[in-house]
Antibody, heavy 119, light 107 residues
Framework: QVNLLQSGAALVKPGASVKLSCKASGYTFTDYYIHWVKQSHGKSLEWIGY????????NYNEKFKSKATLTVDKSTNTAYMELSRLTSEDSATYYC????????????WGQGTLVTVSS | NIVMTQSPKSMSISVGDRVTMNCKAS??????IAWYQQKPGQSPKLLIY???NRYTGVPDRFTGGGYGTDFTLTINSVQAEDAAFYYC?????????FGGGTKLELK
C-alpha cells in the first residue's frame, strides 16, 4: 500500500532554513509526482508545488517560488522540501501528497510535519 | 490565478439533516474539482474527484455536483463523524488551488 512518511516536527530560528523529508513506499517512486501543501494553524490548505521524481522537473505556486525548493533522492525514494529565510509566517504544518493515477486528486497524504519558527 | 471560494465558512446542523456546501471557481474549470474532508489533527482525506465521482470507500451519503464554475458537496443524513472541515480543490491543472474551507459542526 502507498505510504508517505514525513520527518518529525522542527523548531527553527527566524532567518534559518529547514529541510523536510517525505519517504515514499508501496509504489514505484518515479512514476508519480510528489506535491507539497502548507496549512497554517487554523487556516486552509495552500498548494506549494510539485516535483517529478523521474526527471526532477518542478512546478511551483508563484507565492512559494522564492521560499521552497523541491528535490528528490531516487536512491532512497525520498522527496525533500527546503524552506529558506524562515519567518513566523512559515510556521505551519506541511504535507507531502500524491495523486492517484488518472484521478488527478490527492488520494495519498503524509502525516504532516509541523514547522515552528521561533527564536 | 484561479481563486476558489467556498461558502458558507461554517455551518451547524443536526444529525440526520441534509447539508449542501458550495465552491465557486473564478474561471471555468470544467469538472476538474476534488473535495476533501479534514478532521482536527489528521491529514485531509479525498472524498470526491472530477466533481461528482465518489472515491473508494466514501459513503454514498456524500454527493458532489456541478460543472464549470459552480460546485456543490451534499451530505445526506449527516452523521456525527461528518463533523470536519471540507475543502474543494482545482485539480489537473496548476496551480492546484484549494478553497478556504467550510467547517461543519454538529448541534
Amino acid at each position: 500500500q502507498v505510504n508517505l512518511l514525513q520527518s518529525g516536527a522542527a523548531l527553527v530560528k527566524p532567518g534559518a532554513s529547514v529541510k523536510l523529508s517525505c519517504k515514499a513506499s508501496g509504489y514505484t517512486f518515479t512514476d508519480y509526482y510528489i506535491h507539497w501543501v502548507k496549512q497554517s494553524h487554523g487556516k486552509s490548505l495552500e498548494w506549494i508545488g510539485y516535483i517529478n521524481p523521474n526527471s526532477g522537473y518542478t512546478n511551483y505556486n508563484e507565492k512559494f517560488k522564492s521560499k521552497a525548493t523541491l528535490t528528490v533522492d531516487k536512491s532512497t525514494n525520498t522527496a525533500y522540501m527546503e524552506l529558506s529565510r524562515l519567518t513566523s509566517e512559515d510556521s505551519a504544518t506541511y504535507y507531502c501528497t500524491r495523486e492517484k493515477v488518472r484521478l488527478w486528486a490527492f488520494a495519498y497524504w503524509g502525516q504532516g510535519t509541523l514547522v515552528t519558527v521561533s527564536s | 490565478n484561479i481563486v476558489m471560494t467556498q461558502s458558507p465558512k461554517s455551518m451547524s446542523i443536526s444529525v440526520g439533516d441534509r447539508v449542501t456546501m458550495n465552491c465557486k471557481a473564478s474561471q471555468n474549470v470544467g469538472n476538474n474539482i476534488a473535495w476533501y474532508q479534514q478532521k482536527p489533527g489528521q491529514s485531509p482525506k479525498l472524498l470526491i474527484y472530477y466533481a461528482s465521482n465518489r472515491y473508494t470507500g466514501v459513503p454514498d451519503r456524500f454527493t458532489g455536483g456541478g460543472y464549470g464554475t459552480d460546485f456543490t458537496l451534499t451530505i445526506n443524513s449527516v452523521q456525527a463523524e461528518d463533523a470536519a472541515f471540507y475543502y474543494c480543490q482545482r485539480i489537473y491543472n496548476s496551480p492546484r488551488t484549494f478553497g478556504g474551507g467550510t467547517k461543519l459542526e454538529l448541534k
